[in-house]
Nanobody, 130 residues
Framework: QVQLVESGGGLVQAGGSLRLSCAAS????????MGWFRQAPGKEREFVAA????????YYTDSVKGRFTISRDNSKKTVWLQMNSLKPEDTGVYYC???????????????????????WGQGTQVTVSS
């Protein structure tokens, strides 16, 4: 079983920054790609960013490219999402996630439709005011 615990959400004005953290436990963290997803009110959950097992490659949805950065430290079993130049449309609950089966690359994780059978954190709220 894998446990993912997010932190770092909050309320910020447009143009501001936040850094989300996701602490993992329960299996070999360094063997799996990790991702961030978000769900806005009334919308489906969507992919935001992913990072390969070793941290060498990343993948982003177009709307956050150049503003968000995903990173990881395998020795700390932690993945981060640095969010700069935040916009009101970035508002939502942000989830850390990884696949139940072994996915190692960022692109593969981004293109895989994760389900409730995969591993998700409890989510952290990000609210960007205009």
């Amino acid at each position: 079983q894998v446990q993912l615990v997010e932190s770092g959400g909050g309320l910020v004005q447009a143009g501001g920054s936040l850094r989300l953290s996701c602490a993992a436990s329960g299996r070999t963290f360094s063997s799996y790609a990790m991702g961030w997803f978000r769900q806005a009110p009334g919308k489906e959950r969507e992919f935001v960013a992913a990072i390969s097992w070793g941290g060498g490659t990343t993948y982003y949805t177009d709307s956050v490219k150049g503003r968000f950065t995903i990173s990881r430290d395998n020795s700390k079993k932690t993945v981060w999402l640095q969010m700069n130049s935040l916009k009101p449309e970035d508002t939502g609950v942000y989830y850390c996630a990884t696949a139940r089966h072994r996915i190692t690359t960022a692109q593969a994780l981004a293109l895989t439709r994760l389900t409730e059978d995969d591993y998700w954190g409890q989510g952290t709220q990000v609210t960007v005011s205009s």
